[in-house]
């Protein structure tokens, strides 16, 4: 079966590999003309570091991330609202990672050249129309370089080109521009000591708009070093935001920690040691109502892009593209894949959707704000443990259900 993936992100290469791990041999395209390691800093949640694990890439994830296992909110003087222990210490099989963004991509991008071989993800190619054929699809992709169009045919066509997606924009011609909160948020990585233990993810402040992440994604190179922090300052004031990527001068920055009191950490540092700051406007799309239309569906922030609540964006992308490969292994007829596909995991993220914009997890920060101190733990346990059944995230869910691996002769057999 051919299969042409339109993406080379995190959606779109552990897409390629779940594909290749059942038989299949995809094609990505991506339209950038190099994939870099750029960006910040991700968290893998256990029930995607599971699926990566039974792609044969745990050791690879261990030797470049770290694995929290304390997530401490905090409120806007820096203390303790609640906390939960996370990964290996919350009792999964499978630790949770925090990882540069960019260092991830590359390790999946390595894993696909070395299983799929050096051609199988095309770069500078960026993708334009389709239409579906009497036994397929064609896709047509625009040179970057010479701005030559050429077409290439498939079975089967997946799009994992992101929040502004050009796949979904074709599936869904009057859907318009993504949906803004107001939210800004200044995103960096810093060499800073240290926080708190060294493997705690920490939020504080009280809502969307007024909210501070930091975690590490690097230890230091030598004891009493800097680690390598990731850190997230949201905000409404200042400028108007004009799309992603709006550098944040150090002056904003310092600004808008102004009104904080952290007292385990240095603003003042974060902001002079990172080497950018870039503004990103926080965005999420309305759940569509059906991502599958024939030999042609969405994946990843394709498909269902949320607002950051509950580190679960990328995590879901990941799982996406396990139960794709499994519904197309498992089914003869593409067309029936995809609609299984979609039926399996389109009502479950769609919610995640919704209930990011409700604050997810996160809605600990604002009933402790509510309070005016910390929020009583049974009272927290339950607004994380709804979130984490919504999102199929329970110790038991990731520890207990049945693996989508699918023995690679079988869905050789069926692509035949």
């Known amino acids: 079966m051919r299969v042409i993936v339109v993406g080379g992100g995190i959606a779109g290469l552990s897409c390629a590999l779940a594909l290749h791990a059942t038989g299949f041999e995809p094609r990505v395209y991506e339209a950038s003309r190099a994939v870099e390691a750029v960006g910040v800093g991700i968290n893998l949640l256990p029930h995607a570091v599971r699926e990566l694990a039974e792609l044969g890439l745990a050791d690879q994830l261990d030797a470049i991330s770290l694995a929290p296992h304390r997530l401490s909110y905090r409120d806007r003087a820096g203390e303790p609202v609640w906390e939960e222990p996370l990964g290996l210490a919350a009792g999964y099989r499978w630790p949770q990672h925090s990882v540069h963004r960019g260092r991830l991509q590359l390790l999946l991008l390595a894993a696909v050249h070395n299983r799929l071989g050096p051609d199988s993800v095309r770069t500078g190619l960026r993708f334009r129309r389709f239409e579906e054929t009497a036994d397929g699809v064609r896709v047509h992709f ?9 077409a290439e045919e498939a079975d089967v066509l997946i799009g994992a080109d992101g929040i502004d997606s050009a796949v979904r924009a074709q599936l869904w011609p009057d859907e318009g521009p993504p949906n803004a909160n107001g939210v800004r948020m200044w995103r960096g990585v810093a060499h800073h000591p240290h926080i708190l233990d060294g493997r705690s993810i920490v939020v504080a402040g009280h809502a969307p708009g007024d909210k501070f992440v930091a975690y590490p994604i690097e230890d230091p190179v030598a004891a009493g070093g800097d680690a390598m922090m ?3 300052l949201e905000v409404r004031h200042g400028p108007p935001s004009h799309g992603a990527g709006r550098r944040v001068t150090p002056a904003e920055a310092v600004f808008g920690f102004a009104s904080w009191g952290l007292p385990w950490i240095d603003p003042a540092t974060l902001v002079e040691h990172s080497p950018s700051i870039a503004e990103y406007p926080m965005l999420d799309r309305n759940p569509l109502p059906r991502w599958s ?3 042609v569906t969405l994946l990843g922030d394709a498909a269902h892009p949320m607002y950051p609540m509950g580190m679960n964006g990328g995590s879901q992308s990941v799982v996406d593209g396990r139960v794709l490969a499994w519904c197309l292994a ?5 067309v029936a894949a995809l609609l299984r596909y979609d039926r399996i995991r389109r009502p479950a993220v769609n919610a995640v959707v919704l209930a990011n914009r409700a604050l997810g997890p996160e809605e600990v920060l604002a009933r402790a704000a509510e309070l005016g101190g910390p929020l009583p733990g049974d009272r927290a346990e339950r607004i994380s443990r709804r979130y984490k059944k919504l999102s199929r995230g329970t110790v038991a869910q990731v520890n207990t259900h049945e693996s989508w691996t699918v023995p690679r002769d079988a869905a050789r057999r069926r692509a035949e």
């Open 142 to 150: 625009a040179d970057r370089t010479s701005g030559t169009v050429t």
């Open 230 to 232: 990731n850190w997230v």
């Open 293 to 295: 239309f024939g030999r």
């Open 330 to 334: 498992r089914e003869n007829d593409p």
